[in-house]
Every structure is written in structure tokens, then in C-alpha cells.
């Protein structure tokens, strides 16, 4: 594959998750890391600290430092597969949004050990939703999909809510899929538990230094591809989601609140600072 061609599909999509998206550019590294290639890659998603920081890990040397990169996303995989697993309780609901692998991971963990199901959304306007039921189906965990508007009649029924992470910022904001406040607000109103699920690389250091985390908005033909003409239509792929709504972060770092999360992160990876 070429380096073109993979700044093709995660600019449309066609790789998509925060991980997937930081792995196919170690990948398009190794095929060329001039500072334009670079810079290339950095603004193909700009809702995306994952890809930036593992693009600053490796771009000394991205063949020596690519094996290292990956190595520590399966790791951290593992573990988070294991705390997160320990969240879930027998026999539950749990509710997502959207799809993440590492939620689908901790989801998989946790079958090992006992019964639960899932609800999940359709997530519109490009149904990611979509591929979270086909990872559960295959893992053959129960699961029923809802509209993005019937989330709130699905978190009644629920025992928690886990989410993936796009982002999350010096001031203990996440950055997820839009529409996931929204489930929060009422998943916080029923008093479920709130979890996010993330790779301590999807903090944003910049954020730090008092720049706002961008949010990706996409073309309008996304959600209708033949509009009216004059129709204004906002296409927001992310939002903010407070910390006062969040449970905990589940890392590999362990399971902390937001404001506690941000300090580990500094204390384990200062590079990143």
C-alpha cells in the first residue's frame, strides 16, 4: 500500500478509530517521513491526539521506533481489556455509543467470565454503530440496536455506559463521537456509571499550553447528500463531554478520574509534554 493511499482512507474513513488510524500512519511512515509527509498526516484528522503523538514517538526513526509504538498499543490493550472487563457486572445491560475497539475489546474480555448484553446506537450520519453490532454478533454477544434518538428509552434499561476516547485535554474534557453528552446527560440522570475507554496517548498535550482541541466537522453531503440549496447544515463529528459526567477513565494507567488521569499521564509519558 502506498503512503497516498492510506491518507486516502483514513481521510475518508475507511480507517477509522483512534488506534487504526495512529497504526496505518506508522505504517505510512515507514514508507516516507519527510516533514511534509508529516505534516500530511497530522492533518488528515485533526480531532486526533493519538495520531500525533505516535507520530512524534516514532519520526526520529520511524522503522526502529514502529515496533515500539505497536508494542505499546498491544499492551495497553491487554490491560485496559482487564480493567474495564471488572466494570462490567453479571447479567447487565451495558450501553455505547459509536464503535471503539477498545470498548469492543473489553466487551470480549469480559465474555470470557460472564453473561451481559449490550445496546448500542446506530450512530448516525455514517452508522459506526453499524460495526459495533458486527464485532458483537461475531463474538456472539447479545446485543440490540436503537436510533440515535431512542438512546434515552435504551439507557433505562441499562447498568452502565462505556464509551471509546478521541481526545481528552489538560482540563479533563473527553472528546467522543457526537452525541455521546447527550447520553451521558441522561445516563448521569438515571445515576449509571459513566466510563471511557482510552489509550493514555489520546491526551492532548497542546491543550496544556491553552490551545482548544479542535472539532472535525465534515461535509454536509454526509447527512444529505442532495439538499435543498441554501440549507446550512453543521456536521460536527466530535464533542466535549464535561469531567463531572465521567465515572472514570479506564487506561493503561488504571481507572481514575479525569483530573487524576491527566496527572498520571504527565508523570508516565513526560515525552509526550
Known amino acids: 500500500m502506498t503512503f497516498n493511499k492510506i491518507c486516502k482512507d483514513i481521510k475518508s474513513l475507511k480507517i477509522q478509530g483512534a488506534e487504526n488510524i495512529a497504526k496505518a500512519a506508522i505504517r505510512a511512515l515507514k514508507i516516507r517521513s519527510d516533514s511534509k509527509a508529516i505534516q500530511k498526516l497530522i492533518s488528515l484528522r485533526p480531532t486526533e491526539p493519538a495520531l500525533r503523538n505516535t507520530i512524534n514517538f516514532i519520526k526520529e526513526d520511524p522503522k526502529k521506533l514502529a515496533k515500539a509504538a505497536l508494542n505499546h498499543f498491544k499492551k495497553s490493550n491487554e490491560t485496559i481489556s482487564k480493567y474495564g472487563s471488572k466494570l462490567i457486572k453479571k447479567n447487565s445491560i451495558i450501553f455505547t455509543h459509536c464503535h471503539s475497539s477498545t470498548v469492543i475489546k473489553i466487551f470480549k474480555e469480559a465474555k470470557k467470565t460472564k453473561k451481559f448484553q449490550v445496546y448500542n446506537t446506530e450512530t448516525r450520519p455514517l452508522f459506526q454503530g453499524r460495526k459495533t453490532v458486527k464485532d458483537l454478533l461475531k463474538l456472539k454477544i447479545p446485543i440490540t440496536h436503537f436510533v440515535d434518538s431512542a438512546g434515552r428509552i435504551a439507557l433505562k434499561d441499562c447498568k452502565a455506559a462505556f464509551f471509546g476516547v478521541d481526545a481528552i485535554t489538560s482540563d479533563g474534557k473527553v472528546v467522543n463521537k ?63 463531554i464535561k469531567p463531572e459526567l465521567v465515572t472514570a477513565i479506564v487506561s493503561e494507567l488504571g481507572v481514575y478520574k479525569p483530573h487524576t488521569f491527566v496527572e498520571e499521564v504527565k508523570k508516565t509519558y513526560p515525552w509526550i509534554l
Request: proline residues 8%; glycine residues 4%.
Open 178 to 240: 457526537i452525541g455521546t453528552e447527550m447520553f451521558c446527560e441522561i445516563a448521569y440522570k438515571y445515576d449509571l456509571p459513566i466510563y471511557f475507554c482510552a489509550n493514555s496517548w489520546k491526551f492532548d498535550p497542546k491543550t496544556i499550553l491553552g490551545f482548544q482541541e479542535k472539532i472535525e466537522e465534515r461535509s454536509p453531503k454526509e447527512i444529505w447528500p442532495n439538499a435543498p440549496k441554501k440549507l446550512k447544515i453543521k456536521n460536527y463529528a466530535f464533542e466535549f
